[in-house]
């Protein structure tokens, strides 16, 4: 049988696994009667992903068109998850690059087709959403050349055939259409993935080789090594060698092997060259290592992935509430948990500080986020610090990230945007008009600016500004960011929150506590109006008297400020822990005892 290796990528939200939906449907993968054939965003198996909206971990499906295997690579498509794109991609031989027709060419779009020109694959370009109102098919077209015509590094890869698409009807066209509702399907893109995606290059008639890309696991079979056939056949029973990145060796059997079959792994008798495998067997196997024939050991290229620019420590929960809503509690299970992590999660690096701190290292706030969400979920409590970015000395000068970051956003927000990231010492690099009521602008900006900034954003702009960034390159740090949140209020006792405390709480801003909420003394409640941290008692209860007044104990409380995980992470200063449990986010000081937290201000002011 015919195979075909291709990736789908794209920038965030424009439209790769609603495509991917389309063609796993149409190509009759699924029953007629099968869920699947009603459901929205099948790739989508991830819990946050759906809740979310986002693709965040790479996936493989397989259908079958005209006699012909096509493997399919869905890949995300948010720049904090850039590693399981570039992880992934040497899996394929081309690639469906989605460009939303509306929002053109972002920074990820730059960022994933620079991946692919780089490892040589054939690319086919969609222009999928023709039918928004707002679509400007003309001027993406022009910004789609204009990008290869950047990146291109040679004359081939300015040949790209180019098709129309509208993915969540699930119809495309080799020309632009007058009519979208006109009968259609995705037979175009099928045509085109058989016309232009090369068979891969793969000799069977060789020893055994294969690259490890991807990891899973089960109860049932252990670890299932997952990655595209080099050359030759992978067959249950066979010996073969596991070369790992040091190049030390080691022995095992391949126990069973798996094919992708839609949504399904089904297990066959033999893997051939060229096609897209899950192995069974294998002892201590890591993404990247090498699995080859006993005979011949020959290691194939390592992975490359662009290094972390954010950094967080993480580590077991030690406030006074610890171990009452966790499974796992101790420094240790954190530990086992993080190392499981590194093995399929390769964006992320970890460490354990000269201090004994863990310190985990990621690609951005939600990279980072994700995987804390994945512990709190699984029954984990943990305390995290504020996230920081990686400086790096290049030729002996302190050097920061630095991103191109563009906004789009209604004109009436113009003037709010620029000042925000203005503040963060921006730089405005160019600005257009995509729409009638809609700008875009693209800035380079530090990622130290940008720590917090989308938040930040969609609050000026009342929900309405899209950002997205993607990393630039490293320049010599720039002057101080201005600090841009005020103090808090801190508990100054524990016990449980009352009505009364609380209306003293709120007199001086914002909270996030509500009446019965357990608090300890130490934990952030809310925010200040000022740019001082405030003590204040939240259990503290009215004293009762005998004289009472018609409306006395009437309490008019105003409802709490509720933080996302994200929002909680940006909110942190240097002197604060987030922790987190599976039931509570709760902010707290490093310092607990309020003696010791100002003896030790006044300290770092000396």
């Known amino acids: 049988m015919d195979i075909r290796n291709v990736a789908i990528i794209a920038h965030v939200d424009h439209g790769k696994t609603t495509l991917v939906d389309g063609l796993l449907k149409q190509s009759h993968t699924f029953r007629d009667n099968e869920a699947q054939m009603t459901q929205d965003l099948i790739m989508d198996s991830f819990d946050q992903e759906r809740e979310r909206g986002i693709t965040i971990l790479a996936k493989n499906t397989a259908i079958i068109y005209k006699g012909t295997k096509i493997n399919i690579i869905d890949t995300p498509g948010h720049s904090d998850f850039g590693g399981e794109v570039e992880r992934t991609l040497n899996m394929a031989d081309g690639a469906l690059l989605l460009v939303d027709a509306q929002e053109g060419t972002m920074p990820q779009t730059r960022f994933v087709l620079k991946k692919a020109l780089e490892l040589g694959l054939k690319i086919i370009v969609i222009v999928n959403k023709i039918d928004k109102n707002n679509a400007r098919v003309k001027e993406t077209l022009k910004s789609i050349y204009d990008l290869f015509l950047d990146l291109a590094s040679c004359d081939e890869h300015l040949d790209f055939p180019i098709i129309y698409a509208v993915g969540r009807q699930g119809k495309a066209w080799e020309k632009e259409p007058e009519n979208f509702d006109d009968l259609g399907d995705l037979s175009p893109i099928f045509e085109a993935i058989l016309k232009y995606i090369p068979a891969p290059l793969a000799d069977p008639a060789k020893p055994f080789q294969m690259q490890i890309t991807n990891l899973d696991w089960s109860s049932f079979c252990g670890t299932y090594c997952i990655g595209r056939v080099s050359r030759g056949v992978a067959i249950p029973g066979m010996k073969v060698v596991n070369i790992a990145e040091g190049g030390s060796t080691i022995l095992s059997t391949i126990d ?12 066959t008798p033999k893997g051939v060259a060229g096609d897209i495998i899950a192995v069974t067997g294998i002892k201590f196997a890591e993404i990247g290592d090498t699995l080859c024939d006993p005979l011949s050991p020959e290691k194939l290229p390592r992975l490359k992935v662009e290094h972390p620019t954010i950094s967080m420590s993480i580590g077991a929960n030690t406030s006074p509430f610890k171990g009452t809503e966790g499974k796992f509690i101790t420094a240790r299970q954190i530990l086992e948990r993080i190392e499981k992590e590194l093995k399929t999660n390769v ?41 920081t970015v990686i400086f790096k000395e290049i030729e002996g000068v302190l050097s920061e990230p630095v991103e191109e970051l563009t906004v789009d956003v209604e004109s009436a927000y113009e003037g709010a945007i620029k000042a925000e990231i203005g503040k963060r010492r921006g730089v405005l690099l160019s600005q ?16 130290r600016g940008i720590i917090g900034l989308r938040g930040v954003l969609l609050s000026i702009s009342r929900g309405t500004a899209v950002a997205s960034s993607v990393f630039l390159r490293y320049d010599k740090v720039s002057g101080q960011i201005s600090k841009s949140r005020s103090g808090v209020l801190i508990a100054s006792n524990t016990g449980k929150v009352v009505a009364y405390g609380l209306v003293t709480a709120q007199e001086k801003g914002a909270t996030f506590v509500v009446p019965t909420d357990k608090v300890y003394a130490g934990q952030v409640i809310g925010i200040n109006g000022r740019d001082s941290d405030m003590e204040i008692n939240v259990c503290k209860e009215k004293q009762l008297t005998n004289n009472r007044s018609v409306g006395e104990d009437t309490v008019f409380l105003v409802p709490p400020t509720v933080f996302s995980l994200e929002q909680y992470l940006v909110f942190l200063e240097d002197d604060e822990l987030l922790e987190v449990t599976p039931k509570s986010l709760r902010l707290r000081k490093k310092i607990l005892e309020s003696s010791l937290r100002h003896r030790q201000a006044r300290k770092g002011k000396s």
């Open 432 to 447: 257009s008009q995509i729409s009638e009521n809609t700008l875009r602008m693209v800035f380079e900006i530090t990622t």
């Open 256 to 267: 069973k092997v798996y094919l992708n079959q839609g949504l399904k792994r089904v297990e």
């Open 347 to 387: 964006a992320m690096k970890f460490k354990i500080d000269t201090e004994g701190r863990y310190i985990l290292y990621g690609r951005g706030e939600l990279h980072l986020s994700v995987f804390i969400e994945t512990l709190r979920r699984e029954g984990y409590e943990v305390e995290v610090g504020k996230p």
